[in-house]
């Protein structure tokens, strides 16, 4: 069947405008994760779903990070007001169940923040 | 906050060299991944690690999960041009909960 899937794969944004990254799970998989991954480091957790419930948002840098799962199934993760820094692959990933589970990353979006 | 650490860095090794990465964490770990990045693509999984002591085997690749479940390790025989890429631990570190932090990884190079 189909992976994880992410859009848009490729965001240009201007410093200041929010944005809206999308994931599309595994079908049927009950759990949602969104990671930042840094060019040459390892994904960064930020935040995961158990159906539609957010479980941990330790790790989203600041509330101009907000994600949402409002059906258990398709994800977004907005960032208001964003920044230079905020440029980084947005990763999404999902598991079958609850821990622990191998997670099934899905392409990435590669935002740019001019 | 907890860290999750990868030696070597980088390694650079000609076909058919063997190849071992290290990770360490700061803390104790319920359960640890580990993940294969190539050049451009995302984390695929490879094997989780749950027990004490444990060791797995997945055709050249031998996976152990240290005793005190703070460190584990990826031992490549006879490595191939395939096995290039990065390749990231990623722990579990409290029962229950699904937060994986990831290794910082140890990017292979193999040479034909």
């Known amino acids: 069947g189909a992976g994880v899937s992410q859009s848009p794969r490729y965001k240009v944004t201007k410093r200041g405008q929010d944005v809206a990254l999308r994931c599309d799970p595994i079908s049927g998989h009950v759990s949602l994760y969104w990671y930042r991954q840094a060019l040459g480091q390892g994904p960064e957790f930020l935040t995961y779903?158990?159906?539609?419930?957010?479980?941990?948002k330790s790790g989203l840098p600041n509330d101009r990070f907000s994600a949402e799962r409002p059906e258990g199934s398709i994800s977004t993760l907005t960032i208001q007001r964003t920044e230079q820094r905020d440029s980084a692959m947005y990763r999404c990933a999902s598991s079958l169940g609850t821990a622990p589970y191998e997670q099934y990353f899905g392409p990435g979006t590669r935002l740019t923040v001019t | 906050g907890q860290q999750v650490m990868q030696i070597p860095q980088y390694q650079h090794v000609q076909e058919g060299e063997d190849f071992t990465t290290y990770c360490n964490s700061s803390t104790t770990l319920s359960n640890i991944q580990w993940y294969k990045q190539r050049p451009g693509g995302h984390p695929v999984f490879l094997i989780q690690l749950v027990k004490s002591g444990e060791v797995k085997k997945q055709k050249r690749l031998t996976f152990q999960f240290g005793e005190a479940k703070k460190n584990s390790s990826l031992h490549i025989t006879a490595t191939q041009t395939t096995d290039v890429g990065t390749y990231f631990c990623a722990g579990n570190p409290n029962t229950g909960f699904q937060k994986l932090v990831f290794g910082t990884g140890t990017r292979l190079l193999v040479s034909p």
């Open positions: 779903f158990n159906y539609e419930a957010q479980q941990d």
